[in-house]
Protein backbone atom coordinates (compact mmCIF):
# COMPACT_ATOMS: atom_id res chain seq x y z
CA UNK A 1 0.00 0.00 0.00
CA UNK A 2 1.56 3.66 -0.82
CA UNK A 3 1.94 5.55 1.81
CA UNK A 4 0.78 9.28 0.34
CA UNK A 5 -0.29 11.67 2.58
CA UNK A 6 -4.14 11.64 2.29
CA UNK A 7 -4.71 15.15 4.90
CA UNK A 8 -1.83 17.14 5.99
CA UNK A 9 -1.94 20.14 8.48
CA UNK A 10 0.28 22.58 9.13
CA UNK A 11 0.55 24.90 11.63
CA UNK A 12 -2.70 25.47 11.93
CA UNK A 13 -4.33 28.78 14.09
CA UNK A 14 -7.95 28.73 14.86
CA UNK A 15 -9.05 31.70 17.19
CA UNK A 16 -12.21 32.73 18.78
CA UNK A 17 -12.14 36.55 19.03
CA UNK A 18 -14.61 37.38 22.06
CA UNK A 19 -15.38 40.05 24.29
CA UNK A 20 -12.52 38.99 27.14
CA UNK A 21 -10.13 38.27 24.35
CA UNK A 22 -9.22 36.09 21.79
CA UNK A 23 -9.72 32.33 22.39
CA UNK A 24 -6.66 30.34 20.95
CA UNK A 25 -9.18 27.04 20.51
CA UNK A 26 -6.56 25.65 17.99
CA UNK A 27 -2.81 26.68 18.89
CA UNK A 28 -0.28 25.63 15.85
CA UNK A 29 -0.91 22.05 14.98
CA UNK A 30 0.51 20.17 12.56
CA UNK A 31 -0.30 16.57 11.67
CA UNK A 32 -0.12 14.12 8.06
CA UNK A 33 -2.55 11.52 7.85
CA UNK A 34 -1.61 8.88 5.19
CA UNK A 35 -3.22 6.72 2.52
CA UNK A 36 -5.43 4.04 4.45
CA UNK A 37 -4.38 4.92 8.34
CA UNK A 38 -6.09 6.19 11.09
CA UNK A 39 -5.45 8.72 13.33
CA UNK A 40 -6.58 9.45 16.51
CA UNK A 41 -7.06 12.89 18.35
CA UNK A 42 -7.11 11.91 21.87
CA UNK A 43 -7.51 15.04 24.81
CA UNK A 44 -9.67 16.17 27.30
CA UNK A 45 -13.04 18.12 27.03
CA UNK A 46 -11.61 21.69 25.11
CA UNK A 47 -8.50 20.78 23.65
CA UNK A 48 -9.56 21.94 20.49
CA UNK A 49 -9.78 18.64 19.05
CA UNK A 50 -13.91 19.06 17.47
CA UNK A 51 -12.37 23.38 16.46
CA UNK A 52 -9.46 21.08 14.46
CA UNK A 53 -11.74 19.18 12.87
CA UNK A 54 -14.33 22.03 11.53
CA UNK A 55 -11.14 23.84 10.17
CA UNK A 56 -10.50 21.69 8.18
CA UNK A 57 -14.19 21.18 6.50
CA UNK A 58 -14.02 25.00 6.42
CA UNK A 59 -17.28 25.19 9.41
CA UNK A 60 -15.62 27.87 11.64
CA UNK A 61 -17.85 30.58 11.67
CA UNK A 62 -17.73 34.36 13.29
CA UNK A 63 -16.20 35.01 16.16
CA UNK A 64 -13.89 32.05 15.03
CA UNK A 65 -11.10 32.30 12.59
CA UNK A 66 -8.20 30.21 10.88
CA UNK A 67 -5.92 32.77 11.17
CA UNK A 68 -2.79 30.99 10.08
CA UNK A 69 -1.86 27.59 8.45
CA UNK A 70 -2.72 25.37 5.61
CA UNK A 71 -5.03 21.98 5.50
CA UNK A 72 -4.24 20.17 2.47
CA UNK A 73 -5.89 17.45 0.81
CA UNK A 74 -4.21 15.13 -1.60
CA UNK A 75 -1.99 17.78 -1.77
CA UNK A 76 -4.77 20.48 -2.30
CA UNK A 77 -4.56 23.66 0.12
CA UNK A 78 -8.13 24.05 1.32
CA UNK A 79 -7.93 27.24 2.59
CA UNK A 80 -7.54 28.77 -0.98
CA UNK A 81 -11.19 27.31 -2.18
CA UNK A 82 -14.13 29.49 -2.07
CA UNK A 83 -17.03 28.35 -0.38
CA UNK A 84 -18.76 26.60 -3.63
CA UNK A 85 -15.64 24.56 -4.38
CA UNK A 86 -15.58 23.62 -0.69
CA UNK A 87 -19.01 22.57 -0.76
CA UNK A 88 -18.38 20.02 -3.59
CA UNK A 89 -15.95 18.14 -2.08
CA UNK A 90 -17.60 18.60 1.48
CA UNK A 91 -19.63 15.55 1.76
CA UNK A 92 -18.33 13.37 -0.90
CA UNK A 93 -14.52 13.44 -0.87
CA UNK A 94 -14.57 14.15 2.72
CA UNK A 95 -17.19 13.66 5.17
CA UNK A 96 -17.78 13.89 8.87
CA UNK A 97 -19.30 12.09 11.98
CA UNK A 98 -20.17 15.20 13.90
CA UNK A 99 -20.23 14.76 17.99
CA UNK A 100 -24.06 16.01 18.24
CA UNK A 101 -26.30 13.90 15.44
CA UNK A 102 -29.10 15.36 16.48
CA UNK A 103 -28.25 19.19 14.98
CA UNK A 104 -26.54 17.59 12.04
CA UNK A 105 -29.54 15.82 10.93
CA UNK A 106 -32.47 17.95 9.27
CA UNK A 107 -35.55 17.50 11.95
CA UNK A 108 -37.77 18.50 9.70
CA UNK A 109 -37.05 15.38 6.82
CA UNK A 110 -37.48 11.79 7.06
CA UNK A 111 -33.83 9.86 7.15
CA UNK A 112 -34.53 8.29 3.93
CA UNK A 113 -34.96 11.61 2.19
CA UNK A 114 -31.69 13.21 3.88
CA UNK A 115 -29.67 9.91 2.92
CA UNK A 116 -31.05 10.37 -1.06
CA UNK A 117 -29.90 13.71 -1.02
CA UNK A 118 -26.88 13.11 0.11
CA UNK A 119 -25.92 10.41 -1.95
CA UNK A 120 -27.73 11.67 -5.17
CA UNK A 121 -26.57 14.82 -4.51
CA UNK A 122 -22.91 14.04 -5.06
CA UNK A 123 -22.63 11.02 -6.94
CA UNK A 124 -24.33 10.21 -10.36
CA UNK A 125 -26.72 7.44 -9.73
CA UNK A 126 -30.38 7.12 -10.21
CA UNK A 127 -32.95 7.32 -7.58
CA UNK A 128 -33.44 3.00 -7.21
CA UNK A 129 -29.81 2.50 -6.67
CA UNK A 130 -29.76 5.38 -4.28
CA UNK A 131 -32.29 3.71 -2.14
CA UNK A 132 -30.88 0.04 -2.57
CA UNK A 133 -27.06 1.72 -1.56
CA UNK A 134 -29.04 3.20 1.62
CA UNK A 135 -30.72 0.30 2.77
CA UNK A 136 -27.24 -1.67 2.36
CA UNK A 137 -25.17 0.44 4.75
CA UNK A 138 -28.10 1.07 7.58
CA UNK A 139 -28.13 -2.54 7.51
CA UNK A 140 -24.10 -2.86 7.79
CA UNK A 141 -23.62 -0.30 10.72
CA UNK A 142 -26.67 -2.49 12.50
CA UNK A 143 -30.24 -1.10 11.56
CA UNK A 144 -31.96 -4.19 10.79
CA UNK A 145 -34.82 -2.42 9.33
CA UNK A 146 -33.74 0.32 7.03
CA UNK A 147 -37.21 0.32 5.24
CA UNK A 148 -38.68 1.76 8.83
CA UNK A 149 -35.62 3.83 9.74
CA UNK A 150 -35.57 5.55 5.84
CA UNK A 151 -39.47 6.46 6.84
CA UNK A 152 -38.52 7.77 10.43
CA UNK A 153 -37.72 11.73 11.31
CA UNK A 154 -34.56 11.90 13.69
CA UNK A 155 -36.54 12.92 16.53
CA UNK A 156 -38.36 9.79 16.38
CA UNK A 157 -34.94 7.73 16.69
CA UNK A 158 -32.75 7.31 19.63
CA UNK A 159 -29.43 8.73 20.09
CA UNK A 160 -27.50 5.70 19.08
CA UNK A 161 -29.83 4.70 16.02
CA UNK A 162 -29.01 8.84 15.16
CA UNK A 163 -25.47 8.66 15.36
CA UNK A 164 -25.65 5.33 13.05
CA UNK A 165 -27.81 7.07 10.65
CA UNK A 166 -24.89 10.15 10.45
CA UNK A 167 -22.13 7.24 10.34
CA UNK A 168 -23.91 5.36 7.20
CA UNK A 169 -24.17 8.29 5.23
CA UNK A 170 -20.63 9.25 5.44
CA UNK A 171 -19.57 5.72 5.06
CA UNK A 172 -22.13 5.61 1.56
CA UNK A 173 -19.73 8.17 -0.07
CA UNK A 174 -16.64 6.28 0.35
CA UNK A 175 -14.73 9.17 0.83
CA UNK A 176 -11.30 9.82 0.66
CA UNK A 177 -10.82 11.63 4.18
CA UNK A 178 -13.54 10.55 6.96
CA UNK A 179 -13.08 12.52 9.77
CA UNK A 180 -15.56 10.80 12.94
CA UNK A 181 -15.65 13.12 16.36
CA UNK A 182 -17.12 11.35 19.18
CA UNK A 183 -18.68 8.83 16.62
CA UNK A 184 -19.06 5.85 19.07
CA UNK A 185 -19.77 7.50 22.51
CA UNK A 186 -24.06 6.74 22.51
CA UNK A 187 -23.45 3.12 21.45
CA UNK A 188 -23.41 0.10 23.52
CA UNK A 189 -19.98 -2.10 22.88
CA UNK A 190 -21.70 -4.88 20.43
CA UNK A 191 -22.86 -1.72 17.73
CA UNK A 192 -19.58 -0.06 18.40
CA UNK A 193 -17.39 -2.93 17.76
CA UNK A 194 -20.08 -3.69 14.63
CA UNK A 195 -19.11 0.17 13.36
CA UNK A 196 -15.40 0.19 13.95
CA UNK A 197 -15.54 -3.12 11.94
CA UNK A 198 -17.11 -1.12 9.34
CA UNK A 199 -14.97 1.67 9.39
CA UNK A 200 -11.86 -0.58 9.14
CA UNK A 201 -13.69 -2.07 5.76
CA UNK A 202 -13.94 1.89 4.61
CA UNK A 203 -10.38 1.99 4.73
CA UNK A 204 -9.73 -1.00 2.89
CA UNK A 205 -11.58 -0.73 0.50
CA UNK A 206 -11.72 3.26 -0.71
CA UNK A 207 -7.57 3.42 1.10
CA UNK A 208 -9.62 6.65 2.87
CA UNK A 209 -7.70 8.28 6.02
CA UNK A 210 -9.93 8.54 9.11
CA UNK A 211 -9.25 11.30 11.34
CA UNK A 212 -10.72 9.66 14.85
CA UNK A 213 -11.70 12.09 17.27
CA UNK A 214 -12.33 10.60 20.50
CA UNK A 215 -12.18 10.21 24.42
CA UNK A 216 -12.11 6.20 24.62
CA UNK A 217 -8.49 5.17 24.51
CA UNK A 218 -9.97 1.46 24.29
CA UNK A 219 -11.28 2.80 20.92
CA UNK A 220 -8.06 4.63 20.09
CA UNK A 221 -6.10 1.12 20.83
CA UNK A 222 -8.31 -0.76 18.46
CA UNK A 223 -8.40 1.33 15.60
CA UNK A 224 -6.10 3.76 15.56
CA UNK A 225 -2.31 3.68 13.63
CA UNK A 226 -0.87 7.20 14.85
CA UNK A 227 -2.59 9.11 17.91
CA UNK A 228 -2.24 12.52 18.93
CA UNK A 229 -2.61 13.70 22.49
CA UNK A 230 -3.85 17.65 22.52
CA UNK A 231 -3.94 19.79 25.75
CA UNK A 232 -4.82 23.17 25.23
CA UNK A 233 -5.22 23.80 22.15
CA UNK A 234 -1.49 21.92 20.77
CA UNK A 235 -0.37 18.66 20.32
CA UNK A 236 2.08 17.62 22.80
CA UNK A 237 2.61 14.16 22.10
CA UNK A 238 2.21 11.93 18.04
CA UNK A 239 3.40 9.11 16.98
CA UNK A 240 2.52 5.03 16.34
CA UNK A 241 0.18 3.91 18.97
CA UNK A 242 1.86 1.71 20.05
CA UNK A 243 4.70 3.64 20.97
CA UNK A 244 2.74 6.48 22.71
CA UNK A 245 0.89 3.86 24.73
CA UNK A 246 3.98 1.63 25.77
CA UNK A 247 5.79 4.97 26.29
CA UNK A 248 4.25 7.88 26.89
CA UNK A 249 6.49 10.47 27.29
CA UNK A 250 4.53 13.38 28.07
CA UNK A 251 3.50 13.39 31.28
CA UNK A 252 -0.30 14.78 30.42
CA UNK A 253 -0.36 11.45 28.21
CA UNK A 254 0.62 9.31 31.51
CA UNK A 255 -1.81 11.18 33.57
CA UNK A 256 -4.58 9.73 30.73
CA UNK A 257 -3.29 6.42 30.39
CA UNK A 258 -2.98 6.31 34.33
CA UNK A 259 -6.97 7.26 34.27
CA UNK A 260 -7.90 3.75 32.66
CA UNK A 261 -7.86 0.53 33.46
CA UNK A 262 -5.52 -1.38 31.07
CA UNK A 263 -6.32 -5.01 29.96
CA UNK A 264 -4.85 -7.70 31.77
CA UNK A 265 -3.51 -5.13 34.25
CA UNK A 266 -5.40 -6.63 37.72
CA UNK A 267 -5.37 -4.50 41.06
CA UNK A 268 -3.24 -1.26 39.51
CA UNK A 269 -4.69 1.95 41.02
CA UNK A 270 -6.44 4.20 38.61
CA UNK A 271 -5.95 8.10 38.93
CA UNK A 272 -7.25 11.72 37.31
CA UNK A 273 -5.34 14.29 36.04
CA UNK A 274 -5.26 16.96 38.32
CA UNK A 275 -6.32 20.40 37.88
CA UNK A 276 -7.63 22.56 35.93
CA UNK A 277 -6.51 23.16 31.88
CA UNK A 278 -5.82 26.91 31.53
CA UNK A 279 -7.67 29.03 29.82
CA UNK A 280 -6.80 29.63 25.99
CA UNK A 281 -7.16 33.49 26.42
CA UNK A 282 -4.14 34.77 27.52
CA UNK A 283 -1.91 31.54 27.13
CA UNK A 284 1.12 31.77 29.56
CA UNK A 285 4.12 32.42 27.95
CA UNK A 286 5.46 28.66 28.78
CA UNK A 287 4.40 25.07 29.13
CA UNK A 288 0.62 25.15 29.53
CA UNK A 289 0.59 22.08 31.23
CA UNK A 290 3.34 23.38 33.86
CA UNK A 291 0.73 24.06 36.79
CA UNK A 292 -0.71 20.77 36.73
CA UNK A 293 2.48 18.70 36.30
CA UNK A 294 4.03 16.28 38.65
CA UNK A 295 7.28 15.82 37.22
CA UNK A 296 7.71 19.64 36.52
CA UNK A 297 11.46 21.31 36.99
CA UNK A 298 12.94 24.73 36.80
CA UNK A 299 13.48 24.17 33.10
CA UNK A 300 10.12 23.94 32.68
CA UNK A 301 9.73 27.42 32.78
CA UNK A 302 11.96 28.06 29.89
CA UNK A 303 9.38 29.33 27.15
CA UNK A 304 6.90 26.69 25.73
CA UNK A 305 8.28 23.72 25.16
CA UNK A 306 7.84 22.64 20.45
CA UNK A 307 6.80 19.52 19.19
CA UNK A 308 10.17 17.58 18.50
CA UNK A 309 11.00 13.89 17.65
CA UNK A 310 12.91 12.23 20.22
CA UNK A 311 12.24 9.12 18.38
CA UNK A 312 11.85 8.05 15.06
CA UNK A 313 8.23 8.97 14.64
CA UNK A 314 7.48 9.68 18.02
CA UNK A 315 7.39 13.13 19.50
CA UNK A 316 6.96 15.27 22.32
CA UNK A 317 6.32 19.12 23.46
CA UNK A 318 7.58 18.78 26.99
CA UNK A 319 11.13 20.19 27.67
CA UNK A 320 12.15 17.49 29.95
CA UNK A 321 11.09 14.40 27.76
CA UNK A 322 12.79 16.19 24.89
CA UNK A 323 15.97 16.44 26.98
CA UNK A 324 16.30 12.89 27.75
CA UNK A 325 16.89 13.11 31.44
CA UNK A 326 14.86 13.77 34.11
CA UNK A 327 15.45 16.98 36.12
CA UNK A 328 17.13 16.91 39.28
CA UNK A 329 15.57 19.96 41.12
CA UNK A 330 11.85 19.52 41.81
CA UNK A 331 10.06 22.22 42.55
CA UNK A 332 6.82 22.58 44.94
CA UNK A 333 5.41 24.99 43.22
CA UNK A 334 5.59 27.14 39.89
CA UNK A 335 2.06 28.37 38.44
N1 LIG B 1 -17.93 29.54 19.07
C1 LIG B 1 -17.01 29.59 20.02
N2 LIG B 1 -16.73 30.73 20.67
C2 LIG B 1 -15.80 30.81 21.63
N3 LIG B 1 -15.05 29.75 22.03
C3 LIG B 1 -15.27 28.59 21.42
C4 LIG B 1 -16.26 28.42 20.38
N4 LIG B 1 -16.24 27.13 19.97
C5 LIG B 1 -15.29 26.51 20.71
N5 LIG B 1 -14.71 27.37 21.56
C6 LIG B 1 -13.65 27.07 22.53
O1 LIG B 1 -12.62 26.36 21.88
C7 LIG B 1 -12.06 25.41 22.78
C8 LIG B 1 -11.96 24.07 22.09
O2 LIG B 1 -13.27 23.55 21.89
P1 LIG B 1 -13.55 22.14 21.23
O3 LIG B 1 -15.01 22.07 20.98
O4 LIG B 1 -12.64 21.94 20.07
O5 LIG B 1 -13.13 21.13 22.39
P2 LIG B 1 -13.08 19.54 22.33
O6 LIG B 1 -11.66 19.14 22.51
O7 LIG B 1 -13.77 19.06 21.11
O8 LIG B 1 -13.90 19.17 23.65
P3 LIG B 1 -14.97 17.98 23.90
O9 LIG B 1 -14.13 16.78 24.23
O10 LIG B 1 -15.74 18.46 25.08
O11 LIG B 1 -15.81 17.82 22.67
C9 LIG B 1 -12.92 25.39 24.02
O12 LIG B 1 -12.27 26.10 25.03
C10 LIG B 1 -14.18 26.11 23.61
O13 LIG B 1 -14.73 26.81 24.68
MG1 LIG C 1 -15.54 18.04 20.78
Partial sequence: MSCSSVLSVSNLHTYFYT???????????????????????VGESGSGKTV???????????PGKIVRGDICLDGCNLLNLSQTELRRIRGKKMTMVFQD????????????????????????????????????????????????????????????????VMIAMALAMRPRLLVADEP?????????????????????DCRAGVLLITHDLGVVAEMADE???????????????????????????????????????????????????????????????????????????DGVPLLKEVEPGHAVACHRAAAGKPGKVKLRELA
Avoid at 19 to 33: H, Y
Wanted: with cysteine; charged share 20%; net charge positive.
Fill in 19 to 41: RQGAVKAVNGISFDLKTGRTLAI
Fill in 227 to 301: VAVMYAGSIVEYGNVYDVFDNPLHPYTRALLKSVPRPGVMGEELTTVQGQPPSLINMPGRCAFLPRCEQKTWGCR
Fill in 101 to 164: PMTSLNPVLTIGTQFIETLSCHASITGAEVKRQAREMLKKIGLPQPEKIMKRYPFQLSGGQRQR
Fill in 52 to 62: TALSIFGLIDP
Fill in 184 to 204: TTALDVTVQAQILYEMRQLIK
